[in-house]
């Protein structure tokens, strides 16, 4: 599975990004997908999922900041990033095909190369 992010970059804080992540395969409209991050040092995380029917989760350190969505048609999902503060410094990560429940997202197996997304104060 390829998954090809694009969208990250140097910001101030209080502005905004958008991260955009596209698969050529034809399953996706049928799949759960997940964006993690990962600063130096410190260990990957779950920022939001979204499930096949556009159902989504967020951690908490988001909630209201960010907002996941998908774009079936495209074979798109995408993260809208408000609000950005330093500590969202990152290399943020796309993920195909986690497990979707009430309870959260949990990754799958494939991964995106990563894209850098840098909040100066």
């Known amino acids: 599975v390829q998954l090809v992010e694009s969208g990250g970059g140097l910001v101030q804080a209080g502005g905004s990004l958008r991260l955009s992540c596209v698969t050529s395969?034809?399953?996706?409209?049928?799949?759960?997908m997940g964006w993690y991050r990962q600063a130096p040092g410190k260990q990957r995380e779950l920022v939001a999922g979204?499930?096949?029917?556009?159902?989504?989760r967020y951690a908490d350190s988001v909630k209201g900041r960010f907002t996941i969505s998908r774009d079936n048609a495209k074979r798109e999902v995408n993260l809208q990033m408000n609000s950005l503060k330093p500590e969202d410094t990152a290399v943020y990560y796309c993920?195909?095909?986690?497990?979707?429940?009430?309870?959260?997202?949990?990754?799958?197996?494939?991964w995106g190369q990563g894209t850098q997304v840098t909040v100066s104060s």
């Open positions: 979204i499930g096949s029917d556009g159902s989504t």
């Open positions: 993920n195909w095909g986690g497990f979707y429940s009430d309870t959260g997202y949990g990754s799958g197996d494939y």
């Open positions: 395969r034809t399953t996706f409209r049928f799949v759960a």
